[in-house]
């Protein structure tokens, strides 16, 4: 079993960035590694929305609403994903969730049901 804990999320003006985090734990040997990892969030009363998603290779898949504000990127080494968040606005406002695929899986899931593993989730709020 993998687990995900997300930190780096809190309350920022409009403009400003927020790099947030994910730490792999658990059975992570040759998984986190060889898996699609992926950035979601949901924001008060709405669906749970794709943002990011970055392949084992590298290659990276943005949302429209995100692409070249965003930058998703790993570091298998330290088993952690990242999302670095410039020029926040205030409907970027969601709780942020990384997600883990299966190994061998789609190269750039963008759907929910093609992960296997969730973290809990970190609020980001971008104020006016």
């Known amino acids: 079993q993998v687990q995900l804990v997300e930190s780096g999320g809190g309350l920022v003006r409009a403009g400003d960035s927020l790099r947030l985090s994910c730490a792999a734990s658990?059975?992570?040997?040759?998984?986190?590694?060889?898996?699609?990892m992926g950035w979601f969030r949901q924001a008060p009363g709405k669906e749970r929305e794709f943002v990011a998603v970055?392949?084992?290779?590298?290659?990276?898949v943005y949302a429209d609403s995100v692409k070249g504000r965003f930058t998703i990127s790993r570091d298998n080494a330290k088993n952690t994903l990242y999302l670095q968040m410039n020029t926040l606005k205030p409907e970027d406002t969601a709780v942020y969730y990384c997600?883990?695929?299966?190994?061998?899986?789609?190269?750039?899931?963008?759907?929910?049901?093609?992960?296997?593993?969730w973290g809990q989730g970190t609020q980001v709020t971008v104020s006016s």
């Open positions: 658990g059975r992570t040997f040759g998984t986190f590694s060889t898996s699609a």
């Open positions: 970055i392949n084992w290779g590298g290659g990276t």
């Open positions: 997600a883990g695929s299966l190994p061998g899986g789609t190269i750039y899931p963008r759907l929910e049901r093609q992960y296997a593993y």
